[in-house]
């Protein structure tokens, strides 16, 4: 299949309050893996909208109230779609900023789509065609994970299933390769950019060893700060992390979540980077 022209132009998407897309800022998604409690989630976005202040750097805050993709059946999933909505309810109150989390089926849309300011599909669901449309008809952004296991040229079946693109987010999280491991093919942001797409760089589970703990995952996270500089000299549009304040203690997720202390750090390098960008763009 011959791949779409390179471009440098990426379309633009609203979320909330933060313009995601060519000639705007890099974006930040962030927050941890799950909902661990209300109080720790809203430390967690307190600390987040903070460094994101100082740094100029917009923030959507993530956090999944379910995580239905697990290795085994006994690893921490959350609380629950309504537990864990009601969480972010509070934290887009409190800091005003946009939230998103994973919706996992079609039936789950309209009660997160009463919170949420943008969907995230998991790269496991990114071909459901249900779940894609019934998050589109809502009207919000869809941010959709290409899958371990698709092209970057895939993207254009997914860009036909969300309102023929209006309103999508597509995150690079990594390819499989081999057994527990997984790489990142830095052509796919041109590539995914040139069909008029903003995309999105997950540094955290780019660096996930699915399954490579037996019953969890495992993951690689002091390349974080290579990966991540790379992506943004690539004219990414947005960088998505996995954050916490103690990850080597996270009940998901821990081995490739960034510790929260070091983000402000990081983020200030990336940022001199993206401004070296003069907007973005390959």
């Known amino acids: 299949m011959t791949s779409p022209e390179l471009s440098k132009i990426a379309g633009v998407v609203k979320v909330g309050r933060v313009t995601v897309g060519d000639g705007a800022p890099l974006v930040l ?7 661990e409690s209300r109080d720790g989630t ?27 993709n697990r ?36 039936g789950q849309v309209d009660t997160a789509a009463q919170v949420l300011d943008l969907f995230q599909v998991p790269a496991f669901l990114s071909r459901q065609t249900d779940l894609l449309a019934a998050a589109s008809e809502t009207g ?14 895939e993207v254009e079946a997914i860009k036909g299933k969300v309102r023929a693109g209006d309103g999508l987010l597509v995150t690079e999280r990594g390819t499989t390769f081999g057994y527990n491991n997984l790489v990142v093919d830095y052509r796919s942001f041109p590539i ?4 008029g797409i903003p ?3 997950d540094v955290t589970h780019s660096l996930q060893l699915p399954g490579g703990l037996g019953d969890r995952s495992g993951g690689k996270r002091e390349f974080v700060p290579y990966l991540s ?54």
């Open 229 to 282: 500089r790379a992506a943004v000299g690539c004219g990414i549009d947005g960088l998505f992390m996995e954050v916490h304040p103690d990850p080597d203690n996270a009940p998901c997720d821990g081995p490739n979540m960034w510790p929260l202390h070091d983000l402000e750090e990081l983020l200030i390098t990336l940022c001199e980077l993206s401004d070296k960008r003069a907007g973005g763009g390959v």
């Open 71 to 106: 290795t085994s059946v006994a690893s921490f999933r959350g609380p629950g779609i309504e537990a864990g909505l009601e969480v972010l309810a509070a934290v887009k109150d409190e800091f005003n900023i946009p939230v998103t989390s994973d919706i996992h089926e079609a």
């Open 199 to 201: 995309v999105i760089f």
């Open 192 to 195: 995914i950019r040139g069909m």
């Open 29 to 35: 998604i962030a927050g941890p893996c799950v909902i």
């Open 140 to 153: 919000l952004p869809v941010n959709v994970k290409k899958g371990q296991f698709m092209s970057p040229w």
């Open 42 to 68: 809203l430390r967690i976005a307190e600390s987040l909208a903070t460094i994101c202040s100082k740094t100029e750097i917009p923030l959507i805050f993530k956090a999944s109230f379910d995580k239905a």
